[in-house]
């Protein structure tokens, strides 16, 4: 999903393990994450640091600052628990038409207090900007078993333990991409 990309953008980047991972393993030269924590963007900035990477990464409490940076086709991931449908908003109305035909989303899906997805609403919101799911990918506990996880322990509820990382296994990753 990264290869061709120019940018790419983690709104909800928490502590920057996708800005780094990405900027680490791919030729994409600008990458920007987006938190509303201070904390979680120092520690971001951090990682990129240590990961010798801090040359490709810039990071933003803001969404609207962030998005006129982009640059050519992006990849535009939102991990937020629970805001996708303001965030979605916030995002488009910082893009330009033509940013947003160079865009791809990724989204992963919540859910409402009382426990319904909130898939279809965001798919709603989607095509209200012009965007339209073009795969929806239920994510599993056994896709979350890394190779690290299996030299930290070798007990099965520690493994699954960090494979959740404390997420519901029922969510999902929505692909977007701009509707022709």
């Not at 999903?1 to 953008?9: A, L, N, R, S």
């Not at 983690?10 to 991972?21: F, L, V």
């Not at 940076?69 to 937020?80: C, F, Q």
């Not at 965030?87 to 990724?106: D, F, H, P, R, Y």
Request: hydrophobic share 35%.
């Amino acid at each position: 999903i990264c290869k061709e990309k120019d940018t790419f953008i983690d709104i909800g980047c928490a502590e920057g393990y996708y800005t780094t991972g990405v900027a680490k393993t791919s030729c994409i030269d600008t990458i920007i994450g987006v938190d509303i924590s201070d904390s979680a963007l120092e520690q971001a900035r951090k990682s990129a640091s240590i990961n010798k990477v801090d040359h490709k990464c810039q990071f933003f409490s803001k969404i609207k600052p962030a998005a006129k940076l982009i640059k050519g086709k992006s990849l535009i991931m939102i991990d937020v628990d629970g805001s996708e449908i303001s965030v979605i908003k916030e995002l488009m109305s910082g893009l330009s038409t033509s940013k947003k035909q160079a865009s791809e989303l990724l989204i992963e899906t919540d859910f409402h207090p009382d426990g319904r997805s909130n898939e279809n609403e965001i798919s709603g919101e989607l095509i209200k900007h012009g965007f339209s799911v073009t795969k929806s990918i239920e994510q599993s506990i056994h896709h979350r078993f890394s190779d690290i996880s299996h030299q930290l322990t070798t007990s099965l509820l520690d493994q699954v333990i960090y494979g959740l990382e404390g997420r519901p296994s029922n969510q999902k990753w929505l692909i977007a991409k701009p509707s022709n």
